[in-house]
C-alpha cells in the first residue's frame, strides 16, 4: 500500500519526476490537473472536480502530482503514505515555466494532455499566488504529516535531480 503525493508549484518538475517513480515503483499515476481542467484550460465545475480527486485518491496504490483546487489538497496529504514537497524558489518556477511555454509545441508531456498551452500571464499570476498564499499552508500541512509519513522536501534543482535518480530505470 504505496501512495505517494508530490505537490508544488507549476513548472517544478512534479509530472516528471511522478512518471519516474510510477515506473521505477510501478505505482499507477494520476495527474491532478487532468481532474481539474477541461479543454480550453477550462475548469472542471467543482462537483465534478471533487468527484474524481476523490476517486482518484480512493485506490490503495498511487502516485498523485500536482496541486489542484486548494481545499482537495489535505484530503490528498491525509491519504498519502509519503510527501514529496517540490519547494523551489518562486524564480525558478518562473524560469521553468517560460522554458516550458517556450517549447510547448515540442513537448511530448503537456500539462493535463492539453494541446493549447496555457495562457502565460494567467500561468505566471496562478504562480505568485500559490507562492505567497497556498505554499505556507501546504507548508504546514506537510510539517503536520511529517510524525506519520515520510516527507521529502526538495528546495532546489540539484535535491530534485539527485532524489529522481533513484528512480531512473536501468538501461538495457
Not at 28 to 46: C, N, S, T, Y
Not at 113 to 120: C, F, K, L, V
Not at 141 to 165: G, I, M
Request: charged share 25%; hydrophobic share 45%.
Amino acid at each position: 500500500m504505496t501512495r505517494i503525493a508530490i505537490i508544488g508549484n507549476a513548472a517544478g518538475g512534479k509530472s516528471t519526476l511522478a512518471d519516474k517513480i510510477s515506473a521505477g515503483r510501478g505505482l499507477p499515476r494520476i495527474e491532478v490537473d487532468k481532474l481539474l481542467w477541461e479543454q480550453g484550460w477550462k475548469l472542471a465545475p467543482a462537483d465534478v472536480y471533487e468527484n474524481r480527486h476523490s476517486a482518484a485518491i480512493a485506490g490503495d496504490k498511487w502516485v498523485i502530482e500536482g496541486l489542484g483546487s486548494q481545499a482537495s489538497i489535505p484530503a490528498r496529504i491525509s491519504r498519502a503514505t509519503e510527501i514529496v514537497l517540490i519547494d523551489l524558489p518562486l524564480w525558478v518556477h518562473f524560469a521553468l515555466a517560460a522554458e516550458r511555454q517556450v517549447r510547448w509545441h515540442q513537448e511530448e508531456m503537456r500539462p493535463a494532455g492539453m494541446d493549447a498551452r496555457p495562457p502565460t500571464m494567467a500561468l505566471f499570476r496562478t504562480m505568485w499566488e500559490v507562492d505567497q498564499n497556498w505554499m505556507p499552508a501546504i507548508r504546514e500541512l506537510c510539517r503536520e504529516s511529517e510524525q506519520a509519513k515520510k516527507l521529502t522536501r526538495l528546495c532546489n534543482l540539484e535535491e530534485l535531480n539527485a532524489y529522481s535518480l533513484q528512480f531512473d530505470l536501468p538501461k538495457e
